[in-house]
């Protein structure tokens, strides 16, 4: 239960910081999400279930300021958390290379696919912005994914089977 509570409470915490601090920092409009990079370092490093139920809950947070459609984040989140799980299955985890690269690719992939779902529904966003917050959110997923391991290795973040007898 500890787990859980401390998961919800990182995704506020970083919820609040994307649409509070991070705007203040951000250059012509660009800067990273936190929010984001959290939900697919935790997908990578801790599998397909949990990424995707975080993958909707992050979603659902960062629908609350996405006026042009409830919902879409929600189901990007989801779709790109469950690939990064793949993802995770594959590399050694320690490593922070290949989950710095693969941040990239999602976060250009999730770019792209808001981007198409808006533009099918009549809500024009900007294109350009997709590839610089990508690589804004590659940056600081190199510094940010070895913390994130390293806090869901200690005790209480860990899953443990507990077998009883009787």
């Keep these: 239960m500890k787990r859980i509570f401390t998961i919800i409470f990182l995704s506020l915490i970083f919820f609040i910081i994307d649409n ?6 951000s250059i012509k409009g660009i800067f990273p999400s936190f929010l984001f990079l959290f939900a697919i370092c935790f997908s ?13 809950f992050t979603g659902m947070l960062q629908d609350l300021y ?9 189901f990007v989140n989801m779709l790109v958390c469950i690939i990064a799980a ?24 999730k770019g792209v696919i808001v981007f198409a779902i808006l533009y099918i529904a009549k809500q024009y966003t900007y294109f350009e912005h997709i590839f610089f ?16 391991y390293r806090f869901c290795q200690k005790d209480y973040m860990q899953r443990k089977w507990k077998f009883y007898e009787k």
Excluded at 133 to 148: A, R
């Design 133 to 148: 917050d990508s690589l804004c959110n590659m940056v600081i997923c190199f510094f940010f994914y070895k913390w994130l």
């Design 86 to 109: 793949v993802i995770g299955n594959v590399i050694i985890k320690e490593k922070r290379l290949i989950p710095t690269a693969a941040s990239f690719g999602l976060s250009l992939l």
């Design 44 to 56: 990578i490093i801790n599998g397909v279930w949990e990424g995707l139920w975080l993958g909707v």
């Design 20 to 25: 509070t601090i991070m705007p203040l920092f």
């Design 66 to 74: 996405f006026f042009n459609g409830f919902g879409v984040n929600a």
